[in-house]
């Protein structure tokens, strides 16, 4: 399966197209959320993603083939960090601290150590690193400073490439 944006949270509001890559024709794609049939077609798109199109999505073709789990996190919080759906052993990856505001300053912290302390809101990741926790914060400038802090985040392998 591919989504776009290929991230495992994103912000409520914002738009998802997942596309079923289960071999089959156009209309032999059914989407499931949390086992429950919502959709047939190839592509299921959200245009504003709500709290409740959080959880386990998979497409199945026609044959009854299923496409691995992709769980969505929809959240509300003003700043989230995101990782890619799919991480396999062996992948260098980079983490992304997202907010719909303009921030004047990005920190990334590895395991609460501070790691990383600029403008960019990526942190490249090489695959031996990949086993910690991160989280990230940025600072607004509204009438006042302020600083807010995503979720904690574990990076965890997707599993095995296939030979």
């Not at 197209?17 to 032999?28: A, F, N, P, R, Y």
């Not at 914060?137 to 997707?158: A, E, G, H």
């Amino acid at each position: 399966m591919t989504v776009i944006p290929n991230y495992n949270k994103i912000l409520t509001g914002e738009k998802i197209k997942m596309t079923c890559d289960v071999e089959s024709d156009e209309s032999g794609c059914s989407w499931y959320h949390e086992n429950i049939l919502i959709y047939t077609g190839k592509d299921y798109v959200i245009s504003m993603t709500e709290i409740r199109h959080s959880g386990d999505y998979q497409c199945q073709n026609s044959a009854g083939e299923r496409s691995e789990i992709v769980t969505l996190n929809v959240t509300t919080s003003e700043v989230i960090l995101q990782a890619p759906i799919y991480i396999y052993e062996g992948d260098d990856v980079s983490l992304r601290c997202y907010s719909p505001y303009p921030a004047n300053q990005t920190i990334f912290y590895k395991n609460n150590q501070m790691i990383q302390n600029n403008d960019s809101d990526l942190l490249p990741i090489k695959s031996t690193d990949l086993t910690s926790t991160y989280r990230c914060s940025k600072q607004f400038l509204r009438t006042f400073y302020k600083t807010s802090s995503s979720d904690d985040t574990s990076i965890t392998y997707t599993g095995k490439y296939c030979s």
